[in-house]
């Protein structure tokens, strides 16, 4: 079993920055993607970012692209995900994501790609 542990996340003004990090345990070494997805009140969970654990690929979706950052932590087992010129529609619950399976690169936005799930961390963005 993975479990994964998701920290960074509070309160910033519109334009401030967050980083978030997750840390996986367990069988972590068997997971060979981590995403980020985040879920608003009253809204669908979304994809926000992943990455590729062997060639450390990265994807994102267009609403984050040039803003959020996903990358490798200090930890073989730790990904971050930076958040720049964050903006009040980036309020929401992150939640960090892991698979055991090799997901090909159209695949990586889907939620039902990944078996393993963090609790969440609050993300809010308000002046």
């Known amino acids: 079993q993975v479990q994964l542990t998701e920290s960074g996340g509070g309160q910033v003004q519109p334009g401030g920055s967050l980083r978030l990090s997750c840390v996986a345990s367990?069988?972590?070494?068997?997971?060979?993607?981590m995403a980020w997805f985040r879920q608003a009140p009253g809204k669908e969970r979304e994809f926000v970012a992943a990455?590729?654990?062997?060639?450390?690929?990265?994807y994102a979706a267009d609403s984050v692209k040039g803003r959020f950052t996903v990358s490798r932590g200090n930890g073989k087992n730790t990904r971050i995900l930076q958040m720049n010129n964050l903006r009040p529609e980036d309020t929401a619950i992150y939640y960090c994501?892991?698979?055991?399976?090799?997901?090909?690169?159209?695949?990586?936005?889907?939620?039902?790609?990944?078996?393993?799930w963090g609790q969440g961390t609050q993300v809010t963005v308000s002046s």
């Open positions: 994501a892991a698979t055991s399976g090799s997901p090909i690169s159209s695949t990586f936005r889907y939620a039902s790609t990944y078996e393993h």
């Open positions: 367990g069988r972590a070494d068997s997971t060979l993607a």
């Open positions: 990455i590729r654990r062997t060639d450390v690929t990265t």
